[in-house]
């Protein structure tokens, strides 16, 4: 990929596609081709077909994807399953058709096994049960992985996968019933404050441990696997650090400034009780995360704060 590469990247308004759209640009990659949701319905294969025919793009990064928080994951599978499957299997396929040199797909560390051995290696996709609630989610974003496989066996197509862990960054959801955890805590905390109220829910036990990358850092990763990887087997992309939900918010409390207490919904699922990404092979090909948990966190507020 050279710097006139043109370059579509699907999903360029949401939080990854975002931060690959800053990366590209920082990098001095111009030639890039997107489309706003109103203007290109991924769901539609007629519609994929004939945006790919006509744009013939060279490189394609895949973060366009239904997602949510664990609430939004649970309430609404079929959309979940159904948006995402389309979404991949029209687009890679139409990156077949029309001789993309390179496509990368993005996952999520969730399609692994609900009680997968930790740190999670690469190897144990497929190899136990998936966590309930979000089942359907991951089932697509298999398919997605599988995708890429299979059409790299068959024709030939350098199509890779990146597993990121959890993420966060700024161009976050922060709506509180769809969220991940993270900006739900910022807005929690934040609104506390302001309000005056002395206490914040949190949903579940606080037990659950998760593992947070920047999402500007996962940009700078993707845009080093489309430069130096190339194999059949998906890679994780992560920091190799978790933390209990508990102690996320504790950080957070800090951050925003909030001196009251923290109150646990438990009748709120707790989903995973860990996901640990094995990030050697990452680190071994020479790429390392650079934001800190609790750095990134302020970021994030601040850009919050300034949104306001
Ligand atoms: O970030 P989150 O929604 O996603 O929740 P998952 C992580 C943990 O934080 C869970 C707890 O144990 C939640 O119960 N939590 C505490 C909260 N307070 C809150 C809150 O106010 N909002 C939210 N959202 N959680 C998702 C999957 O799972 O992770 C997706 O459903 C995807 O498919 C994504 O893989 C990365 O880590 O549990």
Redesign the pocket.
């Known amino acids: 990929m050279d710097k006139n590469s043109k370059i579509y990247v699907a999903g360029h308004t949401g939080l990854v596609g975002s931060a690959i759209m800053r990366c590209l640009k920082d990098n001095n990659y111009h030639n890039l081709v997107v489309r706003d949701l109103e203007e290109l319905d991924l769901r539609n294969q007629e519609a994929v077909n004939t945006f790919f025919k006509e744009e013939k793009p060279q490189y394609v990064f895949l973060a366009a994807a239904k997602?949510g928080?664990?609430?939004a994951?649970n309430t609404y599978p079929a959309e979940f399953i159904y948006d995402n499957l389309l979404i991949e299997a029209n687009i890679i396929h139409a990156a077949y058709q029309n001789n993309v040199t390179k496509l990368l797909f993005l996952g999520?560390?969730?399609i692994y096994p609900k009680m997968a051995t930790q740190p999670i290696k690469e190897e144990y996709l497929l190899n136990g049960y998936l966590e309930e609630?979000?089942e359907a989610?991951?089932i697509a974003k298999i398919t997605g992985i599988e995708l890429c496989k299979f059409y790299r066996r068959q024709y030939g197509c350098d199509f890779i996968s990146a597993m990121p862990t959890?993420l966060y960054g700024i161009n976050d959801n922060f709506d509180?019933n769809s969220?991940?955890?993270l900006p739900?805590?910022i807005r929690?905390f934040h609104d506390a404050k302001m309000q005056g109220k002395d206490e914040v829910v949190?949903?579940?036990t606080g037990n659950?441990m998760?593992e947070f990358l920047y999402v500007d850092d996962l940009a700078d990763a993707l845009l080093f696997l489309m430069l130096h990887y190339s194999e059949e087997i998906h890679i994780n992309v992560g920091t190799g650090e978790d933390i209990r939900?508990g102690d996320l918010a504790l950080m957070v409390k800090d951050v925003v400034g909030f001196d009251g207490n923290i109150v646990n919904d438990t009748s709120?699922?707790?989903?995973?009780p860990r996901k640990l990404l094995d990030v050697s092979k990452l680190h071994a090909l020479g790429f390392k995360h650079k934001t800190s948990l609790k750095q990134g966190i302020i970021t994030v507020y601040n850009w919050y704060l300034n949104k306001q």
């Open positions: 997602v928080g664990i609430l994951n999520s560390s969730c609630t979000n989610y991951a959890n509180l969220s991940h955890v739900a805590l929690k949190i949903w579940g659950p998760r939900i709120k699922p707790d989903g995973t």
